[in-house]
């Protein structure tokens, strides 16, 4: 998808957008000094172009029961793929797809450096992170090593993108 021009009055509607999705058009209209109309013309051609990618509820894991935070560092198995090309059957490929059913993970960055991939873990408690690890991750045949860190407290987390 082709990357478009956005001028200061849609980086001030994304702003708003990014800290309150549930706002009217009239709201948002009224925050940026347009008429409804132009508004909503502007954030169609946004969500159409996909820079708005969708609209959710963020909740608190915790007062859903998700009191623990972890990030795991995975590095894969290492075969040699004399094509070059990372074919269907890779084990990264593979890792990927099951990574994909893993509700317990809810971000998986493929990485630079030692480690082939980073997840961010939801679970309940140590004994919820310890049956992830040993009964899901760790039984993946491509996994090699990890590495799991845990949140202790929480600085800064936003979902909100900077609008330079």
Same mark, same amino acid.
């Given at each position: =998808?082709?990357?478009? +021009? ?27 000094? /347009? +008429?409804?109309?132009?508004? @909503?013309?502007?954030?169609? !051609? @946004? ?5 708005? $990618? ?21 590095? @894969? ?11 269907? +059957? ?24 030692? =480690? ?6 939801? &679970? ?6 310890? !049956?992830? =690890? =040993? $009964? ?6 491509? &996994?090699?090593?990890? $590495?799991?860190?845990?949140? @202790? ?9 900077? /609008?330079?």
């Amino acid at each position: =998808m082709a990357k478009i +021009s956005l001028d200061k009055t849609d980086r001030r509607i994304l702003a708003i957008l990014q800290q309150d999705g549930r706002l009217s058009n009239q709201d948002i209209a009224d925050k940026v000094s /347009l +008429s409804p109309s132009p508004c @909503l013309r502007r954030i169609k !051609r @946004l969500e159409e172009a996909g820079v708005i $990618k969708q609209y959710v509820a963020l909740l608190d894991p915790a007062q859903i029961g998700l009191g623990l935070l972890a990030y795991v560092n995975v590095r @894969l198995e290492k075969h040699h793929d004399p094509s070059g090309r990372g074919n269907a +059957s890779s084990p990264h490929t593979a890792f990927a797809e099951a990574v994909a059913d893993w509700p317990e993970v809810v971000a998986c960055y493929a990485m630079t450096g030692e =480690m082939d991939y980073l997840l961010r873990v939801h &679970v309940e408690d140590m004994d919820h992170f310890s !049956r992830f =690890m =040993m $009964k899901t991750l760790l039984t993946h045949p491509a &996994v090699a090593d990890v $590495k799991s860190s845990f949140a @202790l407290t929480r600085i800064k987390d936003t979902t909100a993108l900077p /609008l330079v």
